[in-house]
């Protein structure tokens, strides 16, 4: 069965400081990986997604990267960050081989960003 | 006009009802259509998802889709206390890359 890694699982940063979250996954090869940020009582916004490795799509800009540099890892950085960058970050997969509906997306725990 | 609107609620039913929870998109190519549940402080999951007219049910949830009216709509019959959460709408193109577009989500009360 597939599953879906992120981690930390919470942090907390200072504005200016750089990011990096990781998202990996089990159990499928070349899924298609998205990286979505949800502020409280928000709904959920699409950042990243990308479709094989090396490959991203950028959905908004901002002073977030994203990066994934093989088949199953995903990465979502930043050089400094912004009290406005605080919320849920979700790394998502979906796959033709996951058995189910080929664009469903199946979420990872979220990792939860304080900036202060 | 949002892509995919959503009722934010909260949308409070006694236990034991069906809950209704409703969603309109604007996009007439839109293909594929997802509910998915999040409870506080938690990642979303997904309940089910729907592709052709009409209905889909499993197990007490019960998705509807109307595409000439651009509606997606989930019952949730006998709800139960622990149902309570946000329910998130998801509508996809169908393209190869598999964008889902999310609704904001309704927040569900079940109240024993």
């Known amino acids: 069965s597939q599953t879906i890694h992120q981690w930390p699982a919470t942090l907390v940063q200072p504005v200016g400081s750089p990011l990096s979250l990781e998202c990996t996954v089990e159990?499928?090869?070349?899924?298609?990986l998205y990286w979505y940020r949800q502020a409280a009582g928000r709904g959920l916004q699409l950042l990243f997604y990308?479709?094989?490795?090396?490959?991203i799509s950028s959905e908004v800009p901002q002073n977030l990267s994203a990066s994934r540099p093989q088949d199953r890892q995903f990465i979502l950085s930043s050089k400094k960050l912004l009290l406005s960058d605080s919320g849920f970050y979700l790394c998502?997969?979906?796959?033709?081989?996951?058995?189910?509906?080929?664009?469903?997306?199946?979420f990872g725990p979220g990792t939860r960003l304080l900036v202060l | 006009q949002k892509e995919v609107e959503q009722n934010s609620g909260p949308l409070s039913v006694p236990e034991g009802a069906i809950a209704s929870l409703n969603c309109t998109y604007s996009?007439?190519?839109?293909?594929?259509f997802f509910w998915y549940r999040q409870y506080s402080g938690k990642s979303p999951e997904l309940i089910m998802f729907?592709?052709?007219?009409g209905d889909k049910e499993d197990g007490r949830f019960t998705a509807q889709l109307n595409k000439a009216s651009q509606y997606v709509s989930l019952l949730i019959r006998d709800s139960q206390p622990s149902d309570s959460a946000t329910y998130l709408c998801?509508?996809?193109?169908?393209?190869?890359?598999?964008?889902?577009?999310f609704g904001q989500g309704t927040i569900l009360t079940v109240h024993p």
């Open positions: 998502a997969w979906s796959s033709l081989s996951s058995g189910s509906a080929w664009e469903t997306q199946y």
């Open positions: 159990g499928t090869s070349n899924p298609n």
């Open positions: 990308s479709v094989g490795i090396g490959q």
């Open positions: 996009d007439r190519g839109s293909q594929s």
């Open positions: 729907i592709y052709s007219n």
């Open positions: 998801a509508v996809s193109r169908g393209t190869s890359y598999g964008k889902l577009t």
